[in-house]
T-cell receptor, first 113, second 109 residues
Framework: DVKVTQSSRYLVKRTGEKVFLECVQDMDHENMFWYRQDPGLGLRLIYFSYDVKMKEKGDIPEGYSVSREKKERFSLILESASTNQTSMYLC????????????FGDGTRLSIL | KNEVEQSPQNLTAQEGEFITINCSYSVGISALHWLQQHPGGGIVSLFMLSSGKKKHGRLIATINIQEKHSSLHITASHPRDSAVYICAVSVYTGNQFYFGTGTSLTVIP
């Protein structure tokens, strides 16, 4: 079974802090994704990566950056956290190919005070 | 832009009832996915389908490619089915998925 592990289930940070969310997958998947999930808005793509050191902006990249130095690890960085970044963050990975499911981590509920 | 629309947004059912959740999409897809999210956050994939019908236990998913519509059915619903059900589509171009906003299901004993 694919395992996607997010480093924290709950995180509380202060406005202006630099925040790192880590995600690790154990199935050698090429594609990894970061989403945020807000009530009434569903999942929105922040960034995705299709290979090591490669990244593409999603629908809402502003205020975020990502890092993929190793194939199994995809990090989301909030450069200067703001209260409107309080949300549930979900990481996913997927094998290359057109008809492949995404595998999700358990999510990180991030609160910015 | 809403590439994927789900209905209803919220659904409350009595234990044992037959439940249907609907999903319509407006883009060309390589596959449609039904996902389940329990309170606490983790999302699991229930079905991935590109044609016809799939069944797993009490869950049935169907898709009509011509009408760009899919349904998720739950037979003999149970309180443990209470969750958010999310419809998503994967497209031929690029790596992105498009997600519906989810249907929150509560099954009352």
């Amino acid at each position: 079974d694919v395992k996607v592990t997010q480093s924290s289930r709950y995180l509380v940070k202060r406005t202006g802090e630099k925040v790192f969310l880590e995600c690790v997958q154990d199935m050698d998947h090429e594609n990894m994704f970061w989403y945020r999930q807000d009530p009434g808005l569903g999942l929105r793509l922040i960034y995705f990566s299709y290979d090591v050191k490669m990244k593409e902006k999603g629908d809402i990249p502003e205020g975020y950056s990502v890092s993929r130095e190793k194939k199994e690890r995809f990090s989301l960085i909030l450069e200067s956290a703001s209260t409107n970044q309080t949300s549930m963050y979900l990481c996913a990975s997927r094998n290359r190919g057109q008809v492949q499911p995404q595998h999700f981590g358990d999510g990180t509920r991030l609160s910015i005070l | 832009k809403n590439e994927v629309e789900q209905s209803p947004q919220n659904l409350t059912a009595q234990e044992g009832e037959f439940i249907t959740i609907n999903c319509s999409y407006s883009v060309g897809i390589s596959a449609l996915h039904w996902l389940q999210q329990h309170p606490g956050g983790g999302i699991v994939s229930l079905f991935m389908l590109s044609s016809g019908k799939k069944k797993h236990g009490r869950l049935i998913a169907t898709i009509n490619i011509q009408e760009k519509h899919s349904s998720l059915h739950i037979t003999a619903s149970h309180p443990r089915d209470s969750a958010v059900y999310i419809c998503a589509v994967s497209v031929y171009t690029g790596n992105q998925f498009y997600f519906g906003t989810g249907t929150s299901l509560t099954v009352i004993p």
